[in-house]
Structure formats: structure tokens, C-alpha cells
């Protein structure tokens, strides 16, 4: 049964905003990660998940610390210059524009979040960095976001970039068919882009895990925060298309390309979430016609 102190709230919902009654994800993520941007609804949430999940915490960290080695890695071995971060919550520690320019000082960043405190928060913080602005805008609808004149201003999309949805595709309704949505982003690209997903993870040969995944689900449906949806691996690949996988692939956060041994034998908790970058590649006919160029 649903705790009453939290009613159901499943499907889309209006970002929450300065609404203190209710709990939002971009402040309950934060009290995951030990933030002080949040209230005592996001830490109610947050301490019903921690019930049956006391790692939680660590997932959070974990999600982060991939963001960083993936946008690290792009800035640096790659070369992209430029970042969308759509779904990019409460500015904290450490954030996107501030890895991307420790390997390119003039790498451009434009996050993007529908929350107005999200929006406040981080025009406060980025209003003295020439080379990073926040958009206040919709995921769900690709069209609108991509022509948003702050987005189009920062950002050259004739050439290519790095598309980051990390932790926030798990958050979008199987109705509004987040696969979908990504498909209408990466059909905008330009070629050589590259696109980071993270995503909740139901494990449905795993039945532990899996009986971890669908109560940590209904935690995030029922008891306050009304969005939250682990999917099996097969459905998070989805989101990508038809892009080319960077190696390892799709796989568990700390197993994409990790800094370091693993310590410690992985909590449950921390397996349930993978993680995964795609590559957009040259048109086919166009690749065929280089090929036959060239010999």
C-alpha cells in the first residue's frame, strides 16, 4: 500500500519549481549527494529509498563520476567542443562546463532544465563564463529545445557535439516514448556527434536485483516524487538508434571505463543503472562514397 504521508503521483507532472510541499527530482538528487539545495520532502523521498536501498547515495556518485570520465574523455581524446546537457538539475560540484574546459578552456556548454529554481540556480552561477549558459526548456519536446535562441546562440548544431541525458530518460513517461524522443535528437545531430545516456536498470534475469529494481520503482511512483521507472536493457539500448556504441558498450556505470580496481564487491543498488555512449557516424551512402574515393 502507498504511504499515505505520500500520494501517487505517476505520470507527467508540471516541474515543481519552488513548490515546497512537493518533492522535486533535481533536489532529491541533490540530497543524494550530500547538497544543501533541498527540503524535507526531498529527504523524505530520499529516506524511503534508503530503506531498502542505503546505498543510493553511492548510485548518485557513481552516475556522477561517469559523467565526468565520459565528458572528460570527449573534451580530451576526442575533441568535441561543445555540450548539450539537457536534464542538468541543481548545479553542484564539479559540474560539465567545468570538465570540459579543464581539457578546453573555450569548450561551450549549454545546459538545459525545465525547473525554474534549476534555471535560477544556474544562471547565478555560470553569469561570468562567456562560454556557458543555462536554458530553461522541455526534454519532450526536441524540436523547441534545439531551436531555443539561447541554446542556438552558444551552440553550433552544423557542427558536431555531445548530447548528455544522464539520469534523466528514466524520469520520462513509457507514454510520452522516451525512445522516441531520442530518436528525433539524434535525427537533428550532425554527424560525428555523440550522444551519453544513464538510465535506471531493471536486471530481469537477476531476481534479487530485480526485486530490488521494481520496489525502488514503486518508492519513486508512489511515495512522493511520481516518476522513476527501471527498464530492462533492451529498452534503455533503444534510446541510442541506430548509432555505433563506444566500447565497453552498454554497461554497469562503474564498468565504463573506470579510474581505478573496484575495492569493494558492488552493491545491488549499484547495479542497477547503466550506462552508454553513442556515436553518430557519416551517412552510409556517404561513407560508401569516401571509401570509393579513396581507392
Known amino acids: 500500500m502507498p504511504d499515505p504521508a505520500f500520494p501517487p503521483r505517476t505520470g507527467v507532472r508540471a516541474p515543481v ?13 541533490d540530497a543524494s549527494l550530500g547538497g544543501k539545495d533541498n527540503f524535507e520532502i526531498d529527504r523524505c523521498v530520499l529516506t524511503k529509498l534508503l530503506e531498502v536501498a542505503p546505498g543510493q547515495g553511492a548510485v548518485s556518485r557513481m552516475n556522477r563520476d561517469w559523467l565526468h570520465r565520459v565528458v572528460r574523455y570527449l573534451a580530451g581524446e576526442v575533441g568535441i567542443d561543445q555540450f548539450l546537457d539537457i536534464g542538468a538539475g541543481l548545479p553542484t560540484t564539479t559540474n560539465t562546463h567545468e570538465v570540459a574546459q579543464q581539457q578546453n578552456p573555450e569548450a561551450r ?3 538545459v532544465d525545465n525547473d525554474p529554481v534549476c534555471d535560477i540556480h544556474g544562471r547565478a552561477l555560470l553569469e561570468r563564463d562567456e562560454y556557458t549558459r543555462f536554458v530553461m526548456a522541455d526534454l519532450t519536446e526536441p524540436n523547441t529545445l534545439l531551436n531555443h535562441l539561447e541554446v542556438t546562440r552558444n551552440l553550433d548544431l552544423t557542427r558536431p557535439l555531445a548530447l548528455i541525458l544522464c539520469g534523466i530518460l528514466h524520469h520520462v513517461d513509457d507514454a ?10 539524434i535525427d537533428a545531430l550532425p554527424p560525428g556527434s555523440y550522444v551519453a545516456i544513464t538510465h535506471f536498470w531493471d536486471p530481469a534475469d537477476d531476481s534479487d536485483a530485480h526485486d530490488l ?3 525502488l520503482q514503486r518508492r519513486f511512483l508512489d511515495m512522493g516524487l511520481g516518476s522513476g521507472w527501471y527498464r530492462t536493457r533492451e529498452q534503455i539500448a533503444a534510446a541510442f538508434g541506430d548509432l555505433d556504441l563506444v566500447e565497453p558498450g552498454l554497461v554497469e556505470l562503474d564498468d565504463w571505463w573506470p579510474t581505478g580496481p573496484r575495492l569493494r564487491p558492488r552493491l545491488t543498488e ?4 547503466l550506462g552508454g555512449l553513442g556515436y553518430k557516424p557519416e551517412p552510409r551512402h556517404r561513407r560508401r562514397a569516401l571509401r570509393g574515393h579513396r581507392r
Open 17 to 29: 519549481g519552488v513548490d515546497t510541499t512537493r518533492a522535486s527530482i533535481a533536489r532529491v538528487y
Open 109 to 111: 556548454v549549454t545546459y
Open 176 to 185: 510520452l516514448d522516451p525512445a522516441g524522443i531520442t530518436g528525433q535528437y
Open 213 to 215: 529494481a521494481i520496489e
Open 270 to 273: 549499484e547495479r542497477l543503472m
